[in-house]
């Protein structure tokens, strides 16, 4: 074999190319294709007690209609400036309080919406309103129209607070990100609320319904249901070992996914739970329902409670840990992955 070029000869040979945008791919192949995942992405929680008084300030310094969307970014600690929980995923926990209007608007990216503390909040999605309440996993499709207000319910009005979840980074990267504001603060509303919900929520469709989206034509997942489901579930099957009892949401017309980004999931995990260890390529976002216990990322113990929300980056090794009955919301980019047959996944005996 020949000799390798002096270190001098060889850098003198990458400036010269760097000069006709040209880059030797030996200097950078190890980092570009891995022999594993090596996220840059950090474990990270946000606990609901460090952050609700300086959400409480936010409403305090801005209103609804001037920021368009009162929200504080859940940004990893090792992407700061990024706007990324992940380096594929967007998370923000978003105010409105009583009398607000945050004004329509859409866009390319797809959004979930999971509420998080108070009730008497609306979103309006493409001419319908559903109110929302904690626990309700709600879908904002991409390129819709969509506004928030604060009405009350039964008389009372309080500040809400839901968890935004959505696939800015992934549009970022492919640079097709559009926004539109609307002309109007507030949609006309054009059906009654619960209407999407009595048309495709009961394992039922109008005889004559074609899909004209991928995204699901549910866009409310009453906590209710879900809660409910969760705990028939437990009462009358083995638990998994990993997950505890885990459910994906679904669109009902497909059973596939929700929306074409974005998985999403509820689980519920029983007092005393001690999860074996599980890893993946999709990295996820959690958000605690009910209960108390912690999770293990890497060897690195989180403690979470109600309202809390942590972040499991990709590949990272991680068990979930139940001190009393707990319920866990979580999203990631799991339907891309799918798409792109990317996704790998290891369930560890220990």
Not at 80 to 98: D, E, F, H, V
Not at 183 to 193: C, D, G, K
Not at 323 to 333: G, M
Request: charged share 20%; hydrophobic share 40%; proline share 9%.
């Amino acid at each position: 074999m020949t000799a390798s070029p002096p270190s001098t000869a060889r850098q003198a040979f990458y400036d010269e190319i760097r000069k006709f945008s040209m880059t030797p791919l030996w200097e950078s192949l190890s980092t570009l294709v891995p022999h594993t995942p090596n996220s840059p992405c950090v474990p990270a929680r946000w606990r609901w007690d460090d952050v609700l008084p300086f959400i409480e300030q936010a409403g305090t310094l801005i209103s609804a209609e001037e920021a368009v969307r009162r929200v504080l970014v859940l940004e990893n600690p090792a992407l700061p400036g990024k706007a990324s929980i992940t380096q594929s995923l967007y998370a923000g926990l978003q105010l409105i309080l009583p009398g607000e209007v945050a004004p329509a608007h859409r866009h390319v990216q797809s959004a979930l919406r999971f509420i998080v503390h108070g009730r008497g909040a609306y979103t309006a999605v493409d001419g319908e309103r559903t109110t929302m309440l904690p626990g309700d996993f709600i879908i904002t499709p991409g390129w819709t129209w969509h506004d928030h207000g604060n009405e009350g319910v039964d008389g009372q009005s309080e500040p809400v607070v839901w968890l935004d979840g959505l696939d800015i980074p992934m549009i970022r990267f492919f640079d097709a990100g559009f926004e539109e504001k609307s002309a109007a603060l507030s949609q006309r509303v054009s059906r009654p609320e619960g209407n999407a919900l009595a048309r495709y929520g009961h394992n039922l469709l109008p005889v004559d319904y074609q899909p004209t989206s991928p995204t699901s034509p549910l866009f409310n997942y009453p906590y209710a249901r879900t809660r409910e489901v969760l705990e028939r579930l437990y009462r009358d099957h083995e638990l998994d070992a990993w997950h505890g009892v885990k459910l994906r949401y679904v669109n009902p017309v497909t059973g596939g996914w929700p929306m074409p980004t974005l998985a999403t999931f509820m689980q519920f995990l029983p007092a005393g739970f001690a999860g074996k260890p599980f890893r993946s390529t999709d990295g996820a976002v959690y958000s605690v329902v009910e209960g108390r216990g912690r999770v293990i990322v890497d060897g690195q113990s989180m403690a979470f409670g109600p309202k809390d929300h942590f972040v499991v980056p990709s590949w990272k090794t991680f068990t979930l840990h139940a001190d009393e009955d707990a319920v866990l919301f979580s999203f990631s980019d799991r339907p891309v992955q799918s798409a792109l047959n990317i996704l790998r996944e290891e369930k560890l005996d220990a």
